[in-house]
């Protein structure tokens, strides 16, 4: 009973963290560059009065800061998204994989927001356990689909596209066609699946544990 009770407590917490930490990360960095650039209002008020404009010393541009970060994400996403910009991005990943302490927390962070940001839910018609990579050992999979085409004349009229991800990074991992007699369909919705792989298991609904236990018999 107290060992089900603090392993929900662990779930309950870790599913929030998991789900704040994107949200907690992109405040944090848009509230530092609103503050930082919002404190240079004083030196853009000076070349203003250089340039000739009418404004007293002193004067404090309104929502500089915020204007001045929407425009140099902008940039940011213009300049990384051609070659020269992509040369750029990939030296200054370099550099910050040369060092210990920082490279954890980068690539961590980066791995956690990519996976949010590009992993299309909408793709994923319901989470199952297939076993794999070989028998005896299960995998949280998404099923994306039917077979077409050649696929469905060279497999089976039955057989469904099956996408197993890998963690922490659930946008990468294996395609492979089974038939549903080959897996068992979860409860769990999407959003709780990819929670799960993200985790690394520690996010795990209380039934999946019983099927896989069941499973396994």
């Known amino acids: 009973m107290f060992i089900n009770f603090n392993r929900r407590l662990r779930n309950i917490f ?3 963290f998991l789900i704040t930490l994107p949200i907690a990360l992109t405040i944090f960095i848009l509230s530092f560059l609103f503050k930082s650039l919002d404190a240079l209002s004083p030196v853009f008020t000076h070349w203003l009065i250089l340039l000739g404009a009418p404004i007293p010393e002193g004067y404090r541009i309104p929502f500089l800061g915020v204007v001045m970060t929407f425009v140099i994400v902008f940039l940011a996403g213009a300049v990384t998204t051609n070659i020269f910009g992509k040369k750029i991005l990939h030296l200054w990943e370099e550099i910050i994989g040369k060092i210990p302490f920082v490279r954890r ?7 956690v927001v990519s996976s949010f940001a590009t992993m299309d839910t909408k793709s994923f018609t319901k989470v199952i356990l297939i076993e ?7 995998a949280i999979a998404f099923v994306t689909g039917e077979t077409s085409g050649e696929l469905r004349r060279l497999t089976s009229d039955n057989h469904m596209k099956v996408f197993i991800p890998t963690t922490p990074n659930p946008t990468s991992g294996f395609v492979i066609l089974a038939d549903p007699s ?3 369909t979860l409860d769990m919705t999407v959003e709780e699946g990819i929670k799960y792989v993200i985790s690394g298991g520690i996010v795990t609904p209380e039934y999946v544990e019983k099927l896989i236990k069941n499973s396994s018999v």
């Open 182 to 184: 080959e897996f068992i």
């Open 14 to 16: 870790l599913t929030g």
């Open 105 to 111: 927390i980068y690539k961590g962070t980066k791995q």
């Open 132 to 138: 794999f990579p070989r028998k005896g050992a299960h």
